[in-house]
């Protein structure tokens, strides 16, 4: 089963940093995220700009606005998907992402969610 | 590749391939780690629990052993001891991994520098150990694991969870379905049990012999929670549920084997008794079948025959205690013609004895019961009003069905209306609300 891990940051808190506090971030990220691509069972993982724009319906057309969908403190700042026997494998292995070490400060953390079809 | 293991020294090769074994193509190599991994992959990882002391560590080494073997074996042959092989190649990539996180990683250094503490000598594996000695050795530690698992410190119902994902290999999703939980509910339970382990420092042993009954006791009744779950479900998907029954016995034969004591023989005998009379208590449709009603020939002999032998060898032992006589209770029915025919006096001296040893409401009720067939309806009516009258059944569904079955059969009609009316009330199962209905419908 696949597993859609969203990781999540303070967004106004990143953005605040200066360039050198970001190096030294990512500089700190680099073992962990060596950890976790190193896994057989990763399969996607990308870091995401805070750039975003947002698509809806509305009143029959397709109607665009810049923003994220929720306007909330935490924004998705990472994604990864893990191919994993079950949810406790998954987040065993998500767990090796350095949003589950670092950044306690700057509002990391990461969502896991099984990707399953719709099955009414 | 077993990286890392050349740099510090490591024997590289843990289990060298047989000399002049056939290199077999990648489908058969393939084909040969698939069939070990089905057949003893929850043992390689109860022996990395062990060896590593750490669950989530074990999983990790034990699916990285999986793809050395599917990277070595096409090349190099199947070694001759494959399990042997999987457990050293994950023990190599783990202290690899410690190694590695150590350098960034604070909360992996206390673990990695314990490893290394470790060594050799309690670490490895007996070179070449191919006998039955080390198939016992890996045996004990899926009992190990199960004494963890089932261990005081945690939360019992994080020890079923972790004892169905841990030995039996049952998936969170699955363990949910069974348990109409959420697998993130129950992931998250799974997940702090282990962290509990690992704080508390619960050892992977099978406890020394003072502490041993009361332990067994806690394995005992998970093992009996995952087959009742399995066997009279109060909900979830019927393919589990079966499922878990099978994981239960699985896990008695286990313990029965390597720990042969009365009480893990008489839950055996007791689990697979039930189990003899899976397919006659429910009709095609789902409809439940009283055990007076059922068609025994559709028993299963082969575990009738188990469970007696196993009820016989442990009371023989003169040491058994509830579950022995449940099981004793088991095989009486199990070996009757037919309801009637059923060596009732005995039932009820058995249900006298359990009654004894640990007094309960419910076991009192299933001696009116039987009562009520060795001296008739009345006589077990007046014991079920008594119980009744004490007040603690007045939630327990099955007490007001006994209690409008026997009001039933002497005629009692009205009385017995309101008893499987609150029977009704008190019921989430659907097979048994439908039963009540039509007793309901048959009163008239």
């Given amino acids: ?120 | 590749m077993i990286e890392g293991t050349t740099e510090t020294g490591g024997a590289g090769e843990p289990f060298p391939a047989v000399n002049g074994a056939a290199v077999p193509n990648a489908r058969q190599a393939r084909e040969a780690a698939d069939a070990v991994y089905r057949t003893d992959s929850r043992h390689i990882l109860a022996t990395l629990i062990r060896l590593l002391g750490d669950f989530d560590l074990a999983e990790e080494a034990l699916s990285e052993a999986f793809t050395a073997a599917m990277q070595k074996w096409p090349r190099d042959g199947v070694p001759s001891n494959p399990r042997a092989w999987l457990v050293s190649a994950g023990r190599f990539k783990a202290i690899d991994a410690l190694r590695r996180r150590a350098r960034f990683d604070a909360s992996v250094a206390r673990l990695a520098q314990e490893l290394e503490q470790k060594g050799g000598g309690e670490m490895a594996l007996p070179e070449g150990s191919l006998g039955p000695a080390a198939t016992d050795a890996v045996e004990d530690d899926r009992l190990r694991l199960i004494f963890a698992c089932c261990h005081p410190a945690l939360p019992p119902d994080a020890q079923v969870a972790l004892t169905l994902r841990e030995v039996c290999g049952l998936t969170t999703e699955e363990i949910a379905r069974a348990y109409l939980a959420t697998a993130s509910s129950l992931a998250q339970r799974i997940v702090r049990a282990k962290a509990r382990i690992r704080e508390a420092r619960i050892p992977y042993e099978v406890p020394p012999l003072d502490e041993l009954p009361k332990r067994l006791d806690a394995v005992l009744r998970v093992i009996y929670l995952v087959f009742n779950e399995g066997y009279s479900a109060t909900s979830g998907a019927w393919v589990t549920r079966q499922a878990l029954s099978e994981e239960a016995i699985r896990m008695g034969r286990l313990l029965v084997e390597l720990l042969p004591e009365p009480e893990a023989m008489g839950l055996l005998a007791l689990m697979v008794l039930h189990e003899s009379r899976r397919a006659a208590r429910t009709t095609p449709e789902g409809e439940i079948v009283l055990l007076s009603d059922q068609d025994r020939s559709r028993w299963d002999r082969s575990l009738i025959r188990e469970g007696v032998t196993l009820v016989e060898q442990a009371l023989a032992s003169r040491r058994f205690g509830p579950y022995c006589l449940q099981a004793a209770i088991a095989a009486l029915h199990a070996e009757a013609p037919s309801a009637e025919q059923t060596d009732w006096e005995q039932i009820v001296g058995l249900y006298d004895v359990l009654a004894r040893m640990e007094p309960s409401p419910v076991i009192d009720l299933n001696r009116a019961v039987a009562v009520a067939m060795r001296n008739g309806p009345a006589a077990g009516l007046v014991l079920v009003e008594e119980i009744l009258a004490r007040g603690v059944l007045f939630d327990y569904q099955f007490a007001h069905s006994v209690l409008a079955d026997l009001c039933r059969r002497v005629g009692r009609k009205d009385e017995a209306r309101a008893a499987y009316e609150r029977a009704l009330a008190l019921t989430r199962q659907e097979p048994e609300q439908r039963f009540l209905r039509r007793r309901l419908a048959e009163l008239g």
């Fill in chain 1, 1 to 120: 089963m696949k597993y859609l891990c969203l990781a999540y940051g303070d967004k106004s808190k990143m953005q605040a940093l200066s360039r050198e506090e970001l190096i030294a971030i990512r500089e700190k990220c680099e073992p962990y995220d060596a950890e976790l691509n190193r896994t057989e069972s990763l399969v996607f993982h990308e870091g995401l700009s805070w750039d975003v724009a947002t698509i809806r319906p509305r009143n029959g057309t397709v109607f665009v606005t810049d923003g994220p969908f929720v306007e909330l403190k935490e924004q998705i700042g990472g994604v990864f998907v893990i191919e994993a026997a079950d949810l406790n494998e998954a987040i065993r292995i998500a767990s090796l992402h350095p949003a589950a070490h670092l950044g306690e400060d700057l509002g990391w953390g990461i969502e896991v969610r099984p990707i399953e079809a719709f099955n009414p």
